[in-house]
């Protein structure tokens, strides 16, 4: 920003076009990025735009359809924030196996007609998902293998480094690191040719 325009909240109207714009396309959440090398200007900046920002290091987590936590995992120099753009999203606190406590962005990924809106755990180890008319039972070696996906943990420059082969693919790098690894198999011998664009 130029130092003559400064003090106009010029930036904040430009992220608030922004969320408008992609609110309207159905995104229900933003997410950026700063170093700690900017962090004592930015922080109040970005918190007065409405964003949550994580401390150093931390790992934002978004709970998914299935009621799973996805983890976005930052390097110790990089703060993170979201900022919601639907009103059913929110946040839960859930304590890890370790006694950590982790909040959870809530609602971010359930996109209305898209995602089951009913999701059943039966003492089977199977699960329903249900939703927009449609049911879908997954059976328990199915849950169990997407259950041990989703607690896979990958570093920053694990997903980094598969993100170029996940877009060929059409899928979020995270969730192809997770598979990556969680399988053992190349993402190429798990999704075969990938689809062209």
């Given amino acids: ?14 992220i608030d076009r922004a969320c408008d714009h992609y609110r309207g396309l159905g995104y229900r959440l933003v997410l950026g990025t700063f ?19 994580r401390g150093p290091g931390e ?12 983890h976005r995992p930052a390097d110790a120099h990089v703060i993170q924030m ?20 982790v909040e959870i962005v809530t609602g971010a990924l359930d996109p209305p007609g898209r995602v089951a809106d009913k999701v059943v755990h039966h003492d089977d180890g199977s699960m329903t998902l249900s939703g927009g008319g449609h049911r879908l039972t997954l059976p328990a070696q199915h849950v169990e293998k997407l259950t041990q996906m989703y607690a896979t943990e990958v570093t920053v420059a694990e997903v980094t480094a598969i993100a170029a082969e996940a877009e060929r693919y059409g899928m979020e790098p995270m969730i192809a690191a997770k598979l990556t690894k969680a399988s053992g198999y190349s993402l190429a011998d798990l999704m075969g040719s990938p689809r062209r664009g």
Avoid: C, N
């Fill in 1 to 14: 920003m130029a130092p003559s325009a400064r003090g106009e909240r010029l930036g904040h109207r430009l």
């Fill in 35 to 53: 170093t700690t090398s900017t962090f004592e200007h930015l922080v109040p900046y970005y918190q007065q735009a409405g964003f949550t920002v």
């Fill in 59 to 70: 790992s934002i987590a978004v709970l998914d359809p299935m009621g799973m936590a996805l």
């Fill in 82 to 101: 979201w900022k919601p753009l639907h009103p059913d999203m929110g946040t839960i606190v859930t304590t890890m196996p370790d006694s950590s406590q």
